[in-house]
């Protein structure tokens, strides 16, 4: 799995745990920690993908 395989699973994943966390936060239930998680993976994925490492 290259480099950016894993920065687009990571970004999936993010998008995937913060949409679930903003449903548990809309409904009742522990929505928040779900909805931090999320939106920290779903941020560090997307700025992996924006950053332009050198290539080896």
């Known amino acids: ?3 950016t395989w894993i920065r687009i699973a990571l970004a ?3 998008m995937i745990t913060t949409r679930a966390g903003a ?3 809309i409904l ?3 929505g928040f920690p779900i909805l931090a998680v999320g939106l920290t993976l779903l941020t560090t994925g997307v ?3 924006g950053i332009d490492y050198p290539r080896r």
Do not use: C
Request: proline letters at 13%; glycine letters at 14%.
């Open 47 to 49: 700025i992996t993908l």
């Open 23 to 25: 449903a548990m936060h």
């Open 1 to 3: 799995m290259t480099d």
């Open 12 to 14: 999936t994943a993010g």
């Open 28 to 30: 009742p239930g522990p």
